[in-house]
């Protein structure tokens, strides 16, 4: 009777009996996905890490106007998003054109997704605290390493102009105070009445306050046919007639109201005094961010020219091929012990190709040395054929 049981060493014979078998099949599949990794196009990545130093991110002298940053997560966001915004849509597409990897189609779709493959080939991450690291992939190691570059100084020129925008923009507003500033003091100087005749808009606005102000604590004392609140109500149609003649919405976010001004000689020295040292050192900050700036961005890893592909691995292919190897070699043993008859159903064919049927199956005799004893080992099948 057949036995339902798989034995071990049942197993063991029949990787025995098709070692050799498997063992070709294993060094071919091996041999072929390695020579996979010579017949697919090779991918090669040129890297660059750069540092952000805390002190970029902190300027004592507009502190006072824009907020320090001090935490490091909020570093690393922005210096993510600077990044970001250097490698932007018009970059890449430059970078396209360039190195001739765009098509000539006019289609928005296809430049859309010409775009995006490329954009694809960079890889950009955070390597901890304010350092950053950027890798660019391509087929021509050469060309990875020149766009690398191109990268890293579009990144950095794009960081610097960001501090110094940011400066530019505080400089800006207070060149707008101080316009502001030296119309009120040339309408106390001069006198309102030839500051008027020479029409500034700084300074018939600067007047347009005073006037209000005056109209608002006169109105008090006296009524509004008072000679003196009829002087004041002439005077502050004539300055809204003359403000008329100047087009403001041109450019609103570009005018400042003129500030109210004391009087008093004494306070306006302080502040004439205070402004212009502040205007003073803001100028001279610019000039020291303009050349310190780039030391304010370290170079951790230079862009090199890839000598090695990353993809394909060899190694990697080679792993592959072998466990292939051994997926092939399972299906065909398994085939082959299916289709392969066992030996009750060879000795059953043959007896039926020689017209007859098998008795049964006995087990070999062996003879011991100490007699002619019969001893049951070893049950090697032997038959009868009638």
Not at 53 to 78: C, H, T, W
Not at 205 to 218: G, P, R
Not at 254 to 263: C, E, Q, Y
Request: charged letters at 25%; hydrophobic letters at 40%.
């Amino acid at each position: 009777m057949n036995s339902d049981k798989i034995f071990f060493r049942d197993l063991i014979k029949t990787i025995s009996k098709y070692r050799n078998r498997i063992v070709l099949i294993c060094v071919l599949t091996v041999a072929f996905c390695f020579q996979l990794t010579f017949w697919i196009s090779k991918q090669y990545t040129s890297t660059f890490e750069i540092n952000v130093y805390s002190k970029y991110f902190q300027n004592p002298l507009i502190s006072g106007v824009i907020p320090d940053v001090y935490n490091i997560p909020e570093m690393r966001f922005a210096i993510d998003s600077m990044v970001k915004e250097a490698i932007s849509d018009e970059f890449i597409d430059d970078l396209g054109k360039r190195y001739k990897m765009y098509s000539e189609t006019k289609d928005d779709r296809e430049i859309a997704k010409e775009r995006q493959a490329l954009r694809d080939k960079f890889s950009y991450f955070s390597t901890g605290g304010q350092s950053y690291q950027i890798s660019f992939s391509h087929s021509d190691p050469y060309i990875a390493k020149e766009i690398t570059e191109r990268t890293l100084r579009q990144v950095k020129d794009h960081i610097v102009g960001k501090r110094i925008s940011t400066i530019e923009l505080v400089k800006e507003v207070m060149i707008r105070k101080l316009n502001s500033f030296n119309a009120s003091q040339k309408f106390t100087q001069k006198g309102s009445d030839k500051t008027l005749a020479s029409k500034s808009p700084d300074v018939l606005k600067e007047e347009l306050v005073k006037v209000n102000t005056s109209i608002a604590a006169l109105s008090k004392q006296y009524s509004t046919n008072h000679p003196i609140m009829l002087n004041l109500k002439q005077r502050q149609k004539t300055i809204n007639s003359w403000l008329k003649e100047f087009d403001m919405s041109k450019d609103d976010s570009a005018v400042d109201l003129p500030m109210s001004m004391t009087h008093d000689k004494i306070v306006s020295e302080q502040l004439s005094s205070k402004f212009y040292a502040k205007y003073h050192d803001f100028n001279i900050a610019l000039e020291i961010e303009k050349k310190s700036l780039q030391n304010y961005i370290g170079l951790i890893k230079t862009p090199q020219l890839p000598t090695a592909p990353i993809w394909p691995k060899k190694r990697l292919f080679a792993s592959l091929g072998f466990i292939l190897g051994l997926v092939i070699s399972f299906i065909y043993v398994f085939i082959s012990e299916i289709i392969v008859p066992s030996k009750d159903e060879q000795l059953a064919l043959e007896a039926e190709k020689l017209g007859t049927f098998v008795l049964g199956v006995l087990p070999k005799m062996n003879e011991v040395s100490s007699g002619p004893a019969l001893k049951r080992d070893n049950p090697e099948i032997s038959t009868l054929r009638g």
